[in-house]
């Protein structure tokens, strides 16, 4: 069995910034096999923005990748 997954990216408003990244707008698709995917990360709405939630290190730190 086959499973495919459509991954956006995310243009990070400030990807330099420590901590909490945010983005305003959505990048390039790109469809994946499932079987490929390392791990999953969320957003949560911050003040009116959208901020990247991730928790696949053990350490919980915010990560970006461009």
């Excluded at 086959?2 to 990070?12: M, P, R």
């Excluded at 910034?17 to 791990?39: H, R, T, W």
């Amino acid at each position: 069995m086959l499973v495919y997954v459509l991954i956006k990216s995310v243009k990070l408003i400030d990807p330099a910034a420590d901590g909490i990244k945010y983005y305003e707008d959505f990048g390039s698709k790109e469809f994946v096999d499932l079987n490929q995917v390392k791990c999953v990360i969320g957003r949560i709405m911050d003040r009116g923005r959208w901020a990247i939630v991730d928790r696949s290190t053990s350490s919980a730190r915010v990560h970006a990748t461009k």
